[in-house]
């Protein structure tokens, strides 16, 4: 089991260009953490397109218990009310990382109780002609639609599940672990393998510190080291 923080991965890649980059600069920091989350999200669509691929269990991220609520099922509610409604998340449902199923990377969607299956995870457009064959009228599917995770049976046996527990590899992982726990901060676990690290600091040291050697003057008149500072301004935000 790795065990990385943010932080780590901020202070090492600083660390490679200490004589270029102001470590008083919370730009930087920000900077950072953009380059970090942006070339993870990248490294792992390109891996998960790959035939025969597997779920590095460093990866997953698992967002607790989520409460499901009734919606109307058409667009033009409250104005408009055709009485037929949807089981839907009662929050948005970070991303996760893009599939070519159409389905995302999620690796659970189930009840929160662990004594049940998960639920069938399809596309939209496939949930909604799920479950007219002679044996799975009772069956639950997952689709997930504008951030929002939907259950549907044809039975409608889906309304039973007030709680859901959703696990998954998520683009955003500092989103996604905050739903879990509010006060997650940087020097909490980040979801990544060493694999994933080595790839990225080599990609973001090539690729993306040329272009940063120019940054702004750091007025402050002191000689410490603020990035734990700055990084605890940024998490408040």
């Not at 890649?13 to 970090?36: A, H, S």
């Amino acid at each position: 089991m790795v065990t990385t923080s943010l932080n780590q991965l901020v202070y090492e890649l600083l660390e490679n260009r200490r004589g270029d980059l102001k470590d008083t600069d919370p730009v930087t920091v920000r900077l950072v953490v953009d380059w970090i989350q942006s070339r993870r999200s990248q490294f792992l669509k390109r891996q998960f397109g790959k035939p025969m691929r597997s779920i590095d269990n460093n990866l997953i991220q698992d967002l607790g218990v989520i409460t499901m609520g009734k919606v109307e099922s058409n667009d033009l509610s409250p104005v408009v009310s055709t009485g037929e409604y949807m089981w839907r998340s009662t929050i948005e449902i970070p991303p996760t990382i893009d599939s070519d199923d159409g389905t995302g990377t999620f690796t659970r969607i189930g009840p929160a109780t662990k004594l049940h299956s998960d639920y069938k995870i399809l596309p939209y457009e496939k949930a909604l002609s799920y479950g007219y064959g002679k044996f799975n009228r009772h069956a639950i599917c997952a689709f997930v639609l504008g951030n929002y995770i939907y259950l549907t049976s044809r039975s409608g046996f889906h309304f039973n599940h007030q709680y859901i527990n959703v696990r998954g590899v998520f683009q955003d992982p500092i989103a996604a672990a905050r739903i879990l726990d509010s006060t997650w901060d940087y020097d909490d676990d980040y979801p990544i393998n060493k694999t994933l690290i080595d790839d990225l600091k080599a990609a973001i040291v090539k690729e993306k510190f040329p272009t940063t050697l120019v940054q702004p003057e750091d007025n402050t008149d002191d000689a410490a080291d603020n990035i734990e500072t700055a990084n605890a301004k940024l998490q408040k935000g």
